[in-house]
């Protein structure tokens, strides 16, 4: 007999080769109609592995990420079966699940696959499906493996088996189709209900141009036609979202090939969001005990190799920077947090300093593989809105919800309001990815656990998404059209102190660590900016807009009194602009209704004679005449409402 614990904390005694599929039909036979797969100490196994020592289980549905995924990567074999049952003859590359479905790379020979074939691959898809096939793990030895795929003629599946060794090898087989694969894999095929094939593009085999071009088919499948249904109408409404589409049409930032891939520009009235974002943030720091820093954009070598990001990341770095001096390289900043250690150490430091809490708004860059780089969410130079706290271990959970309590301001006042907080620990099987103690990892992640209870978050908990120097808060936030964006993170930390051997005089006049908490509201400007773009839809609050007015003659004859209108306002603290361009008004209505400016303010001849204006709400029409002051006013009312409240 061995033990299975649940989540709920109860242990259930079972015969020694059950499956996570079994006990799940021992609970409810309900429950165990929507299991698709099991986390299995941590590790996701299919549900029908046996399991034969004492175990943590987490059964899986379609409402966790990880039954998702499974789903998905699963969808991805159904489709590979489909294929090799159209085009005979097909050689499969890899088939990943992705956080949003599947792809699966394939070599159709001589067949051009094109969009209007994928209706029909769909079809095959479902008609398969409805088969309920079960997915079949079966170890096999690497000779076996070699000459299975020897005889299908795969050379991909071939390539792929050299870097594998025996006792690591394992197929699955649904159905016709058999496949090299870790998995895991849902039980059978009858959980697919809905298939969308959503586009092609070409991928060279492993990422390397000297290799062939595959073709890359991305699909999307449902336990549920109607779920597939609101998924398109997601998209659609995704499309009109695109913060790099909106980016371009309200000229907030731009990119050039001639300066970078992955290096933002940002254009005036971006760089004033962002200014106003980050005035916004500093005002917040301050009034909380934080102190500015600014540290240099690049770093000696042996700063990152004494924090360990040389190590873990120096192959996600530009190249060194080399100096006439032999021997002496510099790095292009990959993060704030080493270059804040020193400026700890700089003097002395007492029991009665502590917490220190040094902020900055600090430029960072990593050398991102130009096939993942997407508008501001992956670029290769960005800006975090980074601080590092400085503590005793008897402050760390004060601390922390302190800085919990930043973050939800910030999400408050920009209308993020569905979000869960995600307990990212280490692994529990693999710990070479991380430095430092057994000991230390342990306190930290119950402090973390311990002030996200105290908080009261709804919480999920992640092995094996930790940062390589300590457990994290991750904050995941979805947007207005349901999509969810890692935004924030809180980080507690007892190595880098250790590394940088930071100490503190404590009350008994010894030496002390100080412990280190790492934290980000925004995450980075770049990306943040780019998720709330997508959830207002370019649509920004009156606060944070970059230009709250657009001021428009309706000839020119009347352009300088619009400009007597604006210098006004500008007195009066409202943001604004003049088009005093030759358009008609009707077409600079248009346009200032699509540059998302949220009031137009009308002036001719009877606004001139009466030192007023007439008003306009972007999406909401006319509001009728008033006097400049009246109106500013107004705005500075709206204004100060929505701050208040926060």
């Known amino acids: 007999m061995i033990n299975i614990s649940l989540p709920d904390g109860s242990v259930r005694q079972v015969a020694a080769g059950t499956t996570a599929l079994q006990v799940a039909q021992s609970i409810s036979e309900g429950l165990a109609r929507n299991v698709l797969a099991a986390k299995v100490n941590g590790e996701i196994w299919d549900a029908s592995r046996p399991i034969h020592t004492d175990a943590h289980l987490l059964l899986l549905t379609w409402n966790d990420v990880d039954g998702k995924k499974t789903m998905w990567h699963s969808s991805a074999h159904l489709m590979a079966e489909a294929l090799e049952a159209l085009y005979p003859g097909v050689k499969f590359g890899i088939g990943p699940a992705l956080d949003n479905g599947f792809y699966y790379d394939v070599d159709l020979g001589d067949h051009k696959l094109s969009s209007d074939d994928l209706p029909k691959i769909e079809k095959k898809m479902l008609e398969l499906a409805s088969l309920k096939k079960e997915y079949v793990r079966q170890e096999i030895s690497k000779i076996e493996a070699l000459g299975f795929f020897h ?64 073709t890359r088919i991305y699909g999307i499948t449902f336990p549920k036609q109607k779920e597939l249904d609101e998924y398109l109408v997601m998209l659609e409404e995704a499309k009109k979202r695109d913060h790099r589409k909106l980016g371009r049409e309200l000229e907030l930032f731009t990119f050039s090939d001639k300066v970078g891939m992955g290096l933002p520009l940002w254009l005036p009235a971006g760089a004033a969001l962002r200014e106003r974002l980050q005035q916004f943030l500093q005002k917040a720091q301050l009034k909380a005990g934080y102190l500015p820093v600014i540290t240099p954009h690049i770093g000696n070598k042996q700063l990152y190799i004494t924090s360990g990001h040389y190590e873990k990341y120096g192959k996600d770095s530009f190249q060194p920077i080399r100096t006439p001096q032999e021997g002496e390289e510099f790095f292009l900043k990959p993060m704030n947090c080493p270059h804040h250690c020193e400026i700890y150490k700089s003097k002395p430091r007492s029991y009665k300093d502590l917490p220190v809490r040094f902020a900055e708004f600090g430029t960072v860059y990593r050398y991102e593989q130009s096939g993942e780089l997407h508008g501001l969410t992956r670029v290769r130079g960005f800006t975090q809105d980074d601080a590092h706290l400085f503590c005793r271990p008897d402050q760390v959970k004060e ?22 907080a995600q307990i990212s620990l280490r692994d529990k099987e693999d710990r070479s990815k991380y430095i430092g103690t057994d000991e230390n990892w342990e306190k930290a992640e119950q402090s973390i656990i311990e002030a996200a209870t105290e908080k009261g978050l709804r919480t999920v908990v992640e092995y094996g998404e930790a940062a390589f120097y300590g457990p994290k808060l991750d904050f995941m936030v979805k947007d207005a059209i349901g999509r969810k964006w890692q935004l924030g993170t809180i980080q507690v930390d007892y190595n880098l102190p250790e590394r940088f051997e930071l100490e503190y005089t404590g009350a008994d006049n010894q030496k002390h660590r100080p412990v280190m908490i790492h934290r980000a509201p ?28 657009a001021v428009l003659p309706i000839s020119d004859k009347f352009n300088d009194y619009a400009k007597e209108v604006l210098e006004t306002l500008q007195q009066l603290d409202v943001r604004g602009f003049v088009d005093d361009s030759n358009e008609k ?62």
């Open 399 to 420: 601390e922390f919800c302190k800085v919990i309590d930043l973050v939800l301001y910030v999400f408050r006042s920009l209308d993020f309001t569905d979000y869960t």
């Open 585 to 646: 008004i009707g077409k600079k209505i248009r346009d200032a209704e699509i540059g998302k400016v949220p009031y137009m303010l009308i002036v001719g001849e009877k606004e001139a004679a009466d030192k007023a204006v007439s008003v306009r709400r972007q999406g909401d029409g006319d509001k009728g005449a008033m006097p400049i002051a009246a109106f500013a006013q107004m705005v500075q009312n709206e204004v100060n409402e929505k701050l208040n409240a926060l």
């Open 151 to 214: 005889n299908k003629g795969d050379e991909y599946k071939i390539d792929l088996l050299q870097n594998l060794n025996d006792g690591e090898i394992t197929l699955y087989s649904q159905g016709n189709f058999t496949d090299l694969c870790r998995g895991p894999h849902i039980p059978n095929t009858g959980f697919v209900k809905a298939v969308k094939l959503l586009n092609i593009a070409g991928a060279y085999w492993k990422g390397d141009e000297k290799n062939k071009q595959l």
């Open 522 to 549: 925004f995450g980075s400007m770049e990306r943040f900016v780019a998720v709330l773009i997508e959830h207002c839809a370019g649509k920004f609050p009156l606060w944070l807009t970059p230009q709250q007015v």
